[in-house]
């Protein structure tokens, strides 16, 4: 069946170094992958996406990129900030899956994020 | 904007209660969702619904009950809680090929 592997964390970085959390996935359609984040206490928050290969999705200086050739969508950030403490899910939707439903999710492990100032 | 709500916050049950956590969206979105979130294993799904009078089993159904009357609510009842269900619940919404759902702020729930 479809997964989402992503990088184990917690990720300590200073403030304004930069960030990569590796994303790969398996899937048996053509999904569309996300990334949310999930500040402490809340909800997920969609944080980007990309619907087919080759797009990049982008978002509050966050940035990944849909390679199929190497099943991908690793986030990006050239300078983080201590706002950006968070639980980040890599994530993709198959119309493969539950009946065509593009609305369900299958989620990567989260990889926490703490940023020291 | 109220988005997706769920009741209660906070929920502590004795092993063998039953009970239901409510969760609501004013967005006249078609997909409702339920998942779980507990450490170290991300969010499984536990049932969706593709509309009213219309729901199918996730990954995780076991020990769960769904209904969907109405397209704003979409309940989820645990008719005898077990400590293996001790987590978090968001529940979620989205519309009909739209690929952004929508998560309420989540039930933890504690199985004693």
């Known amino acids: 069946g479809d997964s989402v592997t992503q990088m184990e964390g917690p990720v300590t970085l200073s403030e304004e170094a930069f960030l990569t959390i590796n994303c790969t996935y398996t899937?048996?359609?053509?999904?569309?992958l996300f990334w949310y984040v999930q500040y402490p206490g809340e909800g997920l928050q969609l944080l980007l996406k990309a619907t087919k290969a080759d797009d990049k999705g982008s978002n509050k200086g966050f940035e990944a990129t849909y390679r199929k050739e190497t099943t991908s969508f690793h986030l990006e950030k050239g300078s983080v900030q201590v706002s950006d403490s968070a639980v980040y899910f890599c994530?993709?939707?198959?119309?493969?899956?539950?009946?065509?439903?593009?609305?369900?999710?299958?989620f990567g492990k989260g990889t926490k994020l703490s940023v020291k100032p | 904007n109220a988005g997706v709500t769920q009741t209660p916050k906070f929920q502590v049950l004795k092993t063998g209660q039953s009970m239901t956590l409510q969760c609501a969206q004013d967005?006249?979105?078609?997909?409702m969702s339920w998942y779980r979130q507990d450490p170290g294993m991300g969010l499984r799904l536990i049932h969706y619904?593709?509309?009213?009078?219309?729901?199918d089993q996730g990954e995780v159904p076991n020990g769960y009950n769904v209904s969907r009357s109405t397209t704003e609510d979409f309940p989820l009842r645990l008719l005898s809680a077990a400590p293996s269900q001790t987590s978090v619940y968001f529940c979620?919404?989205?519309?009909?090929?739209?690929?952004?759902?929508?998560f309420g702020q989540g039930t933890r729930l504690t199985v004693v």
């Open positions: 899937a048996t359609g053509y999904p569309s």
């Open positions: 619904s593709v509309g009213a009078g219309i729901t």
């Open positions: 994530a993709l939707s198959d119309p493969m899956n539950y009946g065509g439903s593009q609305g369900n999710l299958i």
């Open positions: 967005m006249n979105h078609e997909y």
């Open positions: 979620a919404s989205s519309l009909v090929g739209d690929t952004e759902a929508f």
